[in-house]
């Protein structure tokens, strides 16, 4: 006979995502744990920019911008769209900017 104990460890090994979905949970975690991306999300956060706002914004170079913003729209953090010969970047979903404001709050209750 199984203990409760027994039966609540089982459950909850149960309830375990597959390794697929851990791997890309991690993988996401590592590319918000990086201060330059998470800069380049807070200023997406409040408003669709282009490169060079994003540039402009951060002070620093147009190639370390693009770099962080490939790795960003890779990890499906962030979305582009092309007006004219302008690229304009925003967050990619309400998902995303549901994530980004619960860190946020989280981050400012301490």
């Known amino acids: ?5 027994e039966q609540l460890i089982r459950s909850v090994q149960n309830t ?3 390794e ?3 791997d890309h949970i991690s993988i996401l975690f590592k590319i918000l744990g990086d201060k330059t991306r998470a800069k380049i ?8 920019l282009r490169v060079s706002d994003i540039v402009s914004v951060l ?3 147009q190639s370390s911008i693009s770099h ?5 729209k890779q990890a499906k953090l962030v ?8 690229v304009f970047y925003s967050l990619a979903d309400n998902h995303v900017i549901n994530i980004f404001s619960q860190v946020i ?3 400012n209750e301490h």
């Open 1 to 5: 006979m199984t203990s409760d104990y």
């Open 16 to 18: 375990l995502p597959k």
């Open 20 to 22: 697929e979905t851990l």
């Open 41 to 48: 999300l807070y200023a997406l956060f409040q408003s669709e």
């Open 59 to 61: 002070e620093m170079s």
């Open 68 to 72: 962080q913003l490939r790795a960003l």
């Open 79 to 86: 979305k582009s769209r092309k007006e004219g010969k302008e």
């Open 105 to 107: 709050a989280h981050v």
